[in-house]
């Protein structure tokens, strides 16, 4: 099983830039999504989940301004990101709890992508 995220880049202070993530590989079912971030000080900070059935959660930081979405016979998560701040720059890397083929179940992590919101 592989995730991969596409869509960083530079971006100006409120602007917008919608990230996506794809699983690939031997995958039966997918069941929650999620984006994570680490920015320069290298804390990881939880940004949004979403279950297969379409609930979503937002932390308090990107509420109202990031968006959380999926497209399940795509096997693709998005990440839609408004009026982005400084403090919005980070590697983004997203996170799928995926069940496999013999019914096993582990949560995988894509490599990131860097996202840097310049003034």
């Known amino acids: 099983v592989q995730l991969q995220a596409f869509g960083g880049g530079l971006v100006q202070v409120g602007g917008s830039l919608r990230l996506s993530c794809t699983a690939s590989g031997n995958i039966a079912s997918i069941d929650d999504m999620a984006w994570e971030r680490q920015g320069p000080d290298n804390k990881r900070e939880l940004l949004a989940t979403?279950?297969?059935?379409?609930?979503?959660d937002y932390a308090d930081s990107v509420k109202g301004r990031f968006t959380i979405s999926r497209d399940n016979a795509k096997n693709t998560m998005y990440l839609q990101m408004n009026n982005v701040k400084p403090e919005d720059t980070a590697v983004y890397y997203c996170?799928?709890?995926?069940?496999?083929?013999?019914?096993?179940?582990?949560?995988?992590w894509g490599e990131g992508t860097q996202v840097t919101v310049s003034s």
């Open positions: 979403i279950t297969s059935g379409g609930e979503t």
């Open positions: 996170k799928a709890d995926i069940v496999n083929h013999l019914s096993v179940g582990m949560y995988y």
